[in-house]
């Protein structure tokens, strides 16, 4: 069952997040914790960011784990958004409008979570994030969503394959980005000495060198950047 629900948000136990609207919980399922949030009609639950948040002018790739109901009995809410707000102009803009075409049940034995992402672009700053989900006009349903793993990166011009490396001939190392993206494509060109072209951080052997070249694919674009492997002979 949905046992047992705690409203954490409230009390800003959940670093850096708070309730934004309603009485959004935490709620305890198969060993692990998920937040939890309901829509019906105009009315709905959300979670916002505190103070520390900001986020400035830019291109940005957004992810977010999110599952309904296990019972078809158990309404969705029609979606779910992502808004920024600058609470100094009031200025409030939704960069991320997620339908419920795109949620997927939870299982009787697992949370069944669909990786959901989206790009966008901002051209001022913002110091507060809202997440909520939404009902439509005219639909006076409860809708309920988990949420899980809500993430925002910057995609500017910042994408980095990796620092050049100095292999020994007898050696192997990895290669590839510090950071990678959740729901992103990495492929590796060429593949000569790669233990997988399609991993963002493949082993590469020191009998190999060259520029080898990462593209990473996300929803907004294709992003390429370059590696040099060089042998210590």
Avoid at 135 to 151: E, H, P
């Amino acid at each position: 069952d949905d046992n047992p629900y705690y409203n954490l948000f409230y009390y800003r136990y959940i670093c850096n997040w708070r309730d934004g609207g309603g009485s959004p919980d935490l709620v305890f399922k198969y060993d692990k914790t998920y937040a939890h949030m309901w829509s019906q009609g105009i009315n709905y639950e959300s979670i916002v960011t505190t103070s520390n948040f900001n986020i400035g002018a830019g291109d940005y790739m957004f992810s977010v784990d999110l599952a309904a109901h296990h019972s078809s009995s158990v309404s969705m809410p029609d979606g779910v958004r992502l808004i920024l707000k600058n609470t100094v102009t009031q200025v409030e803009n939704t960069v991320v409008d997620i339908p419920a075409s795109q949620f997927q049940r939870t299982t009787p034995n697992s949370m069944n979570f669909k990786l959901t992402t989206a790009c966008f672009n901002i051209t001022q700053s913002y110091n507060r994030l809202i997440f909520r989900p939404y009902n439509n006009i005219g639909n006076s349903s409860q809708g309920r969503i988990y949420v899980d793993n809500l993430s925002i990166v910057s995609i500017n011009s910042s994408f980095d394959a990796g620092s050049d490396i100095l292999l020994n001939v007898c050696d192997s190392a990895v290669i590839g980005p510090s950071c990678v993206l959740p729901g992103a494509t990495y492929s590796w060109t060429p593949i000569n000495g790669l233990s997988n072209p399609n991993v963002p951080n493949p082993l590469i052997g020191g009998a190999n060198s060259g520029i080898y070249t990462l593209s990473m694919t996300t929803a907004c674009s294709t992003y390429t950047d370059q590696v040099s492997v060089n042998l210590n002979v």
